[in-house]
Each structure stands twice: as structure tokens, then as C-alpha cells.
């Protein structure tokens, strides 16, 4: 008996995590590389998860007063530069676009023809863009604070593509907001991150650390960046989120000013944040196991699919009629202030098989019905967060009635199982033995294993940083949030420390 | 005292109907220009109409088997050049992307660098590169139909831009088919029109001619086009969407084959669709007057906007609380099975500035509550498909009561008056004379007018189609279903005709 037939997926988590990564994206038919190098093809289930993040998030940030908007996909070349440390952050990856038609050459080829005189940037982030319909929007105190976000694709050229974590075009939320002083705007882009913090832990059952990055992670232009950091399965970090307060760097770039109550001429504070497809890689690695993809219900396109079995024609309409009552009582519950999303797979195909799609997709409960159930009535219930082979029998009225909290469960055991994943692997570090330890252990087959979180004390200097960097491939991930954050002193070059920061491989 | 003053628009839509749609787009606050050549931005109310109309045409979409997904920007030059036709039609209004990164020059400024051996085009339509991936997906009978949908940006470079009509870049929607029958995929193509013409009937309260385009019109690399065609307020139509069965010429391009049930090996069928942010401008041509936009309830983002009206503080809270008392008892009602919208604009300004506000952004009821009508118990109603001084004053719980019918009434009205001014500009014609007076009449001031819809014979012609474009700046919009369309004489040629035509001037 081959053992690897005991999961759906191959290899498994521990045997070849990122290989293991592909393999779910591909069995769940989340997406897949298109020719263009760098960019993805979300297939139907992929972008089913994203417009769940969309739909729930969109709520979110318009219920706290920001309206929606769109800004075009091209920015002019002159624009990025206005910002001197922005340019230098998005010039290297690109896309630009210096033509606007094609002609056939004597090859009988097509070739780009028509040159235009300023070449155009695909955006890699709006700020710039934005920037400039801010100065004309821009007047009085009475226009601030001005809250939009945009819904969009941009692009950011990559030479290690990576499907949902890393890819050349993605598709994200762009917030952007203009303030008439620091402190407002400086809470504006705080409260984001809380507001990203609460919709990943209730949302996505995804717990994560927040804090602010160094100078040497900020986003370019930034003067102060706020990010969320998630542990995977593998014990690296995923930056999942980040806050910007811009200052007036961008103001002054773009001459965003307006005439104060007291009638004073002063440049407003803006600030940015975002959050991306990313958040679907993340999702696959923080909760999927050796069988697939694992989802919390509230995320899930689909938290309830009954398979119904039957062998013979003469079974079919009992059992279709049974299973068609069932997903209509379904659809009148509700979890998360939603009705239950129920499907029915009645697809002709072995039970076996449609099983394991759903298994490998995802979805958290699994109802079978077949003649068996119909004589009996009992209800055999799958959850996907346990074994595969794991079932409940219920009569129908009594799944009906614990049905919203079996998914509240679900999605209680799905945090949990990452919350204790996160607490097992993070540690208090003193020494430099211990911390190199901790970053440079392996397994019983020598494969590197990447730590997790390490809380140590840093001098501040980017010379540490770098070192560190190049002997463990690790990163400063946030100056986390702590009032039990103490100064101390730095293990690897014995200066005194401001406080302990997180450190960790990372996506 | 100056006439302009009597409405909120100038010019208005006798004098210069150009300018008044552009001047609605400013005052109603819908969109601006960028300083990138052709692209606009989408502003907060403007947005917010397209996500009314994405949400619709989505459920509409997704509830007869449809599937969300996103396909990549960019398409392989090659890839647009495996169809011949399309090709043709596309390489005109392409913007090519050459480069990858931005280096500085010895000016100091930025210029493109790392030029990509292969361009890539940014997508005018996606048919090519979604061809490429049903070739790998569709390898069986049982994989078909393969059905599918995607929202997204898309750009065809435009020399004569205009907001929402023609811009550079717009968004829309595009559903893309495979088939196993030729008569499968034909009935896929014609069902979304249907649809898409329901939907814009009930939805944008706009009637539509529908039939196919003649073969000049066709989409590049289509078998055929068949179209939905709007009449606006100044006699032009508009193509508000198309469905194109694309026959096997993009199976064939992108070798999108299967094994049908015979063990046979086949090209498949394949059919794609569309519509863009251009129904914006439509609603706003089709349905707007002298005071800005008129939205029918169902695309309004705000279908009761409560003004309240107080001078004194101590009248204030009194009015807030009536205010805000009645706009939860709104929350409460439904209207087109959705609760109704309501907001409540609290903001410190002058009651005629708030007020002229929502007139000029449309919103179908706006409700006075200032102290005397706190008093009285009565409730000020306005229509915004009435008068601006016409009003209709109602004890609040008749108000409540009544409300979903008077919003039902608007909706009735606004599609009415579209009809009947549809129906008063169709003629049906017969001589070229009367067909030429139709097309060249002018108004008093000497401006042309655009006639209006005209049905006539038509012998089948290029020629007949180019001599009528010149002379009249025509064209065939379509050729409608009609079981009464019965073969006759053209009048243009004296060659008979197979039936009559429907030829407008268009945007
Ligand atoms: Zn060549
Ligand atoms: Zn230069």
C-alpha cells in the first residue's frame, strides 16, 4: 500500500512545503500560471474566495465613512518621480507602456507602432496619481478629511513569481485619505490597521501581530509604515497588510494644500493602505492541510455541499427529493448575519470523487444522503476541519437546529488550531546562540526549517539588520505594540536596545 | 433676471447637448478627466452608480450558471495575431508595453529600460488569451458548456475621447462561452441579450432596440453581432452592449478542441459579451433633464435623501430627531427586493445648496423636515422626475406606507417617458427624400438635429451603407427581429430588399 494515497495531496506540508503549496493551489483549482510570465489566471472557486474577501472587507471600510472611487491604470512617467524615495522604490519593477499601436512589419509581423512622447507607467500603487486630483479637490479645511479607496488591478514586474503570494499583476484595495493635521492622519492610517486586524482574525481566522516596520522595510515615501504579519505552516511570516502616514512628502510632491480654519495656507497629511490577492496565499498556508485546501466558513463561497448517492435509477428521486427539502431548510438559517450558502453537487460522477473535490476545495461541511439516510432519517455530517474519515449522524431537524453553530464552531477551531501554531512558534529570544539556533535548525532529513517568530532585543542599526539578514535570511518584521516592551540589550552586538522587535523568515 | 438661472445645468439640452452631458458629468459629480490623454476618474457618485450596476448584472449573470474569474492584463502579441480579423480590428487602438523597468538618464530623468523581448499588448477584449486557456481546459464533451465571466479593466486607445462613452481605458464586463453545438452557442449569444435587455429595461429603465449588426459592424473575428440599442435625448443612438457568437474562428485560432460523445474530435463553439461603464453615460443621456441627472430608483445609490431644515440650535434637536427616527423607519421597507436606501445629509450648508445637490445627482425623492413640519406632523416630499418646485405634502406613516409605490411610480415614470420619446423619434420611411429630411432637419438656430430612429429598406450594400454614411453620418445599427419585416424596395438603390433596417446617427 502506498502511504502517500493515505492524503490527496502530494507531497505533503512536511515533506516539501512549497511543492506541497503548488498542489493545493492546482487541486482546488484556485488559479494557474498564464504565458505571461508573472501573471495568474484566477479560475472560478480562486476569485469565488476573492470576492468573498472583496464583499466583506468593501462593507467594512465603507462603513467607516470612505467612499469608492477609480483612478486610471496609467500613470505619466513624470508623475512617479515627483516623490524622489517613491521613484526609487517602484522604478525597478515596472511595466511601461510606449506605444499605442500595432503595424504590420515587412515580416508580416505585428510591431509596436505609433511611439507616444511621454511614455506611460502601469500603476504599481496610485499615490501619485491620486496625489494630483487630491490638489484639485483639495481647497479648504472644509474638504478634509477626503476618504476614498479604489478596487484594482496594478502591476509590480517580479522575477520569482509565486501564484497569489507574488505575481506580477495582482488585484488589491487601495485606501487613500487627506487630513488637515498629523494626528488625524496618523490615527486614520492606525485605525485601518485595526480595522484590517479585526476583519483577518473574525473574517479570515487568521491571527497576526501588528506593529511598525524599520526604516529599512518602509514603503517608499512613507514615514512611518504599520503592517500585519501572519505565521504559515511552514513558520515564515506573510506580510498580509499594510498602514502608511505619509506625512506631507506626498503633499508637498503633489501640492496638496488647503487654507486652514484660521485662514492659513497649509499642506494636508495623507496616508495609504492596502491589502491584496496575497491575503488568498495566506489563506491556503495558514489553514490548508495534506488534504487540501481548509476553509472557515465565513470565507467559503460554498459552507454546506450535500452529495447525494444513489446506485439505482428508482433511488435517485427519493434521495433528490430528500436533498432538495434539506438545502431549501438550509438556505432559510443563517450564520454570520448571512443566509447559508448550500449547494447540491448532482453531478453523475462516483461519490468518491465529488467527495474529495470538496475535500480538496475546502468547504467545511459535507452531507451525505443516499437511500440508507432516506429509510433511516439521519443525517451523515463531514467536517472539513477533522479527519477525513470522521462522521456525525443526526436526524435532519436536529442538524437543521445546530447547524449555525457547527459552523460557528468550525470556524472557532479553525483560529484556534492557528492561534496555538502561532504561540508554538514564537519565542522570547536572549542569546545569540539560541537565536541562531532557532533560525538555523532542520529536520530529521536536513531540510532547513525556517524558526518562526523571534522576539529579540535590536540595536537599531542596519548594520545588524543586514548581518542578520545575510546569515539567517531573516528579517525585522515589526517593532510590535507591547507596553511590557522594555529596553535591554542587543544579543548580537551587545549595544543597549530601544525594546524587543520580531524577526522572521518571510514571503 | 437671467432665464439660465432657472435651471441648475447650462446650456441646457436644446441649446447644446454636447455641453450639457458634459456639465451634468461635473455637477452631479460623476467623473473628471486625468491628465492622462483619454482616461478618467471615476468619482465616489459615479462609482457608486457603476457598483449599483455590477451588483445587478451579476446576480443576473451568476444565477443562469455563470462563473466568476480574472484573466491577466496583458496578451502575448502573438496571441492577438492568431486571429486574422480580430487582429485587424484591434492593432489600431493598442498600447503596447515594451519595457520593464525605469532607469535615469544622464538628463536626470527616468526613461525606460529592460525592453521585453516579446511586447506585450494591455487587453482591448480578452478573447485570445482566454482562448488559450479553454484549449487547455476543455478536453471532453463533459467539459462543456464552459461558462464564464470576468469584470475588468480594459483599454483601446480613443483620439476622440469622452467621458464614460469612449474613454482610453473604461471597465466593463466580459462573459466568455465554449460550446459543443454551433446551435448551442448561438442560443448562449442570443439568451444574453435577452438578458442584458431585461436587465436594462427593469433595471436602467431603458428601452432597447435589439437585432444583429450587419456585417460591417461586426465584432472582429465574430460570426455574428447581435446588438442592444438605445435612443438618447438628442435623437443619437447608443450600442449599449453586444453579444457576438464567434462560430470556430477563435477555436480554431486556439485550438480549442474536444472529444465529443462519439469519440470524435471537434471544435468547439464559443460565443463572448459585454457591457461597459459607457451605460453610465447612457443613463445620464437617456434620462437626464435641465437640472442635472434623474436616476431610476433601482440605480440609485440613495433613493431618499432627508434634508432637515432648522435656523435655531434649539430647533435642531427636535428635527434630528424626527430625522433620524424616520429614516430607520425607511431602513425597514423594501423596494425592487432590496431594503431601501436612505441617508440623511446632516451637513451645515444652506438648505437650497444641499438641495440643488441632490437634484443635480439625481436622486429620485428628497424629504424637507424643518420645525414647522415637526409641528404639523406632515411630511415635505419632492419627485425629482417632477418639477423642482412641484411638491406633496403627507402625514409621516401615510408617507412610510406609500413609500415603495411612489418609488415603483418613479421607476414607471422615468421608463415611460424614455419609451414614449422613443416612440415619437422612430419612423418608419420609404423614400430617400423623406429619409434625408429625417437625418439633415435643423433646428430654429440652424443646429443639426439627428432624426431619430428610422426603419427602412435597405438592398444589403456596402455601397449603400458607405454612400448613407456620408451623406448623413449614419450608419445601420441594426437589423431588428420583426416578424413583420417583409422584403420590399431599398429606397436609396431601387435593388430590393430583404427587409427593413433600423439607421441612426451614434455615438
Ligand atoms: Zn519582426
Ligand atoms: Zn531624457
Redesign the pocket.
Known sequence: MNLRKEFAISPTRNEDFPEWYQQVVTAAELAENSEVRGCMIIKPWGYALWERIQKELDQRIKATGHKNVYFPLFIPLEYLQREAEHVEGFAKECAVVTHHRLEK?P?G?L?PASPLTEPLVIRPTSETIIGAAFSRWIQSYRDLPLLINQWANVVRWEMRPRLFLRTTEFLWQEGHTAHATKEEAKEEALFILKLYEEFMRAFLALPVITGEKPESERFPGADNTFTLEALVQDRKAVQVGTSHFLGQNFSKANNIRFLDSQGKMEFAWTSSWGVSTRLIGTLIMAHGDDNGLVLPPTVSPIQVIILPLFKKEEEKTKVLDVVNFLAEEIKKLSFAAEPIRVEIDKREIGGGVKSWEWIKKGVPLRIEIGSQEVSSGLITVKRRDKGVKEKEQLPAHVFLEKLPQLLSEIQKAIYSRAENFLKQNTRLIDTKEEFYEFFASKDSKGNELSGGFAYAHWDGSRETEEKLKEDLKITIRCIPWDPQNTPGICPFSGRPSKGRVLFAKAY
Do not use: I, L
Open positions: 512589419g515580416d509581423k510591431h
